[in-house]
């Protein structure tokens, strides 16, 4: 049995051969250090950074050993994990770089003396691999529970819609209009939003149309439009009829009432602008002359109206900006990541086809419909989009610290409408990394399609905005993140020692105003490329610095990570328990009352003590019949119908009965006496009156004598 387990194990045989006690000695004494210290980690993922920053600070790790067939269920579930949080996950799993440092084995060493010792310090990639609920208070974890409500699409779209709660921000101002399709009122809410939206582009292609200043693409298809004139003379076909230009003018009147709150007298019986059969052939018409060329009737009039109507929108549609004239839209399939599924579409059937075709993701309420950004602002005619760290370290109250470097990331085509391809619309890198570059895109743009931040500035510089950087950007995307956290705070599960590093993708309209596109839990530190390599190492390290040195040291250098908002703290009154009052005046009387007994006791007791006496020989002496009379006079007065006064019956010996106390008549007019023996209040009338008369006889003689 030994002689096949040192079989199938000759690894361990060899390493006690060689075993150098001098490195055993000092393995377990960094071992025994770090037990006393509480510095015992674990890792979950390929961080190198991570383990080696915590090596260097006196920290041993604990390894999680498993077999192959554990790993490749691991990865499996950390796949869709990654699905479900929406976030980034790190394709390459493998520890060979941790291998390759620990060359003489003295890590391992350490990793197997305290093998049965509680860990302090978890970094997984993945917040399902360890359940917060079974950790210490000590125990300090990388990832918070239920981070879905804002690092997923879906939750993302629904939580800023309560900012209005939380904040006086508008989520128009820096997230684009989001719905999900699989939730009957949004997918009608969607359905609108694109008729509007149809309008409004419909009006800016007649007021550029006009003007000669749209861009590229709207400018190729005007020219299209005056080289087919001829073409559609000759073929007879007639021109789209200006009525939809004042039907669209109608719908944009209608939107901004309902902004300004004048249609709230407006009746719920009339009538909408448009029917559904007059909203699809309006539709069909948008198409030809956006999407097709098709040419329209127009006049000075509808242009002069169009260019009013567009600027009392811009006044109160943040987004009017960008949204273009081709009325895109994105489809996101929540329960995906690294850009996986997502697609971009400019026709409403393709749009409501699309999703339905995957009936799981729609039962799920997993797809998201997001209006697409179509007048971004391009670097050398080519788009890109900023990923942002920011680091939480407390939810309540709410801690968030920004990180002050970020990085770009560049499509591999050129920017262009004519075609919707992800190679030119999606700036992921999981997507374009396998991507040849155009040799139509700027020879500035390197071959790894990254830049830093301060090659981003030094174009900007170029460009006369540098400023803008530091005015615009850095403090949109502030205020995004911000927002976003507070919408979510009821939603998390707070754990102290807990705190969690997460990537923001932000895009840049023309004017430079940041709008947020989606957060991602667990994002990749991969080093991909030159920019990833020195910039990731650089955040894991600093995250550190935050969470563990400055926990010894308040002034400890953070790096480049910056405090941007830490909550109030919310003031608890000191609890002192239940205040309990008694008001009341105190009762005068001559001489101090007795306790009241039952009147069968109270000679008793005052000739000695009790003595034991046969129930059955004791007999109760009948009262007046006065007192009998008024008595049953009282009780008949609560009766419907009235009987007759019956005589008084003759006294029958009756057991001894345990005494009945009640409360005084005299303390409280608002109390009412409650017997505690259990007899009705009716019953015992009688008793009570005679037991009064008794009790104020016996005081008086007391009194006298």
């Known amino acids: 049995m030994d002689a096949t387990r040192s079989a199938t194990r000759p690894e361990a045989k060899v390493s006690r051969s060689v075993l150098n006690p001098d490195r055993l000695r000092t393995a377990k004494a960094y071992a025994d250090k770090a037990v006393k210290m509480h510095k015992i980690f674990s890792i979950q993922g390929p961080y190198p950074v991570i383990r080696a920053a915590l090596r260097a600070r006196g920290w041993v790790e604990k390894r999680m050993l498993c077999s192959k067939k554990q790993a490749q269920r691991r990865l499996c579930s950390e796949g869709r994990a990654s699905s479900d949080n929406g976030g980034d996950s790190d394709e390459e799993n493998s520890d060979d770089a941790e291998k390759e440092q620990d060359t003489n084995g003295l890590h391992d060493l350490m990793s197997r003396i305290v093998r049965n010792e509680m860990v302090y310090f978890h970094w997984t990639n993945r917040r399902n691999v360890i359940s917060a609920n079974i950790l210490q208070k000590e125990q300090i974890i990388n990832h918070f529970a239920k981070a879905g409500s804002f690092a997923t699409k879906a939750g993302l779209c629904v939580n800023l819609r309560n900012l ?26 969607f359905i609108e ?33 005056c080289g087919q004139r001829k073409q559609r003379k000759q073929r007879s076909k007639p021109l789209v009829n200006s009525q939809m230009i004042n039907s669209a003018l109608k719908v944009c009147q209608e939107y901004l009432e309902s902004l300004e709150h004048s249609d709230i007298d407006t009746s719920l019986e009339t009538p ?21 060329g098709a040419q329209i009737e127009t006049s000075d009039y509808f242009v002069s109206s169009c260019k009013a109507m567009l600027q ?19 489809i996101k399939p929540g329960a995906k990541s690294r850009g996986r599924g997502i697609k971009c579409a400019k026709r409403l059937d393709q749009i409501l086809s699309l999703v339905d075709s995957d009936p799981t993701l729609v039962k799920d309420s997993k797809w998201v419909v997001q209006k697409y950004i179509e007048r971004p602002l391009l670097v050398h005619g080519t788009k890109f989009d900023l990923r942002q760290w920011f680091l939480v370290t407390d939810w309540n109250p709410l801690t968030v610290w920004f990180y002050k470097k970020c990085y770009l990331r560049f499509s591999t085509q050129p920017y262009s409408l004519d075609t919707l391809d992800s190679s030119v619309h999606l700036c992921n890198n999981s997507i374009q990394k396998h991507l040849r570059p155009s040799e139509q895109r700027h020879r500035d743009i390197p071959v790894d399609n990254m830049w830093l931040d301060e090659e981003f500035r030094a174009f900007l510089a170029s460009q006369g905005k540098a400023a803008q950087w530091e005015t615009v950007v850095v403090p949109g995307m502030k205020k995004a993140v911000i927002h976003t956290l507070q919408t979510a705070q009821d939603l998390m599960e707070s754990r102290k020692n807990t705190f969690e590093l997460y990537g923001a993708d932000f895009m840049l309209g023309c004017d430079l105003h940041p709008w947020l596109i989606e957060i991602n839990a667990s994002p990749t530190m991969a080093p991909s490329t030159p920019v990833t390599a020195s910039l990731c190492a650089a955040v894991q390290e600093d995250t550190l610095r935050v969470v563990l040195d400055r926990r010894v040291d308040r002034a400890a250098n953070t790096g480049d990570f910056q405090l941007i ?44 003590p009790i003595k034991e006496k046969d129930p059955s020989g004791e007999k109760v002496m009948p009262l007046p019949k006065m007192r009998l009379k008024s008595a049953e006079l009282k009780n008949n007065s609560r009766e419907a119908l009235p009987t007759p006064l019956l005589p008084p019956e003759p006294p029958v010996p009756r057991p001894v009965q345990p005494p009945t106390l009640y409360l005084p008549m005299t303390v409280n007019k608002s109390v009412k006496s409650v017997p505690l023996g259990g007899v009705s209040p009716s019953g015992i009338l009688w008793k009570r ?15 006298t004598t």
């Open 272 to 292: 909408h602008t448009l029917t559904q059969e007059e909203w699809a052939e309006f539709i069909d018409s948008y198409y030809l002359v956006v999407h097709g």
């Open 689 to 703: 009156q005679a037991e009064v008369s008794n009790v104020c006889l016996e005081t008086v003689q007391r009194c």
């Open 164 to 189: 209005h709660w939380f904040d006086s921000a508008d989520p128009d101002t820096f997230f684009p209009r989001c719905y999900r399709l699989a939730a009957q009122d949004e997918r009608h809410a």
């Open 193 to 225: 939003d694109y008729r509007r939206t149809a309008c409004t582009s419909l009006l800016k292609y007649i007021a550029e149309r006009d003007q000669d200043i749209q861009g590229e693409g709207t400018s190729h298809n005007i020219q299209a439009v």
């Open 565 to 608: 908002f830490r909550q109030a703290a919310v003031e608890v009154p000191q609890y002192i328990g239940i205040n309990l009052l008694v008001e009341g005046c105190a009762i005068k009387s001559p001489c101090p009352l007795p306790p009241l007994k039952s009147s069968h006791r109270s000679a008793t007791n005052r000739r000695g």
């Open 312 to 330: 009392r929108l811009e006044e109160n549609s943040p987004q009017l900006g960008i949204g273009g004239i081709q009325n895109i839209w994105i």
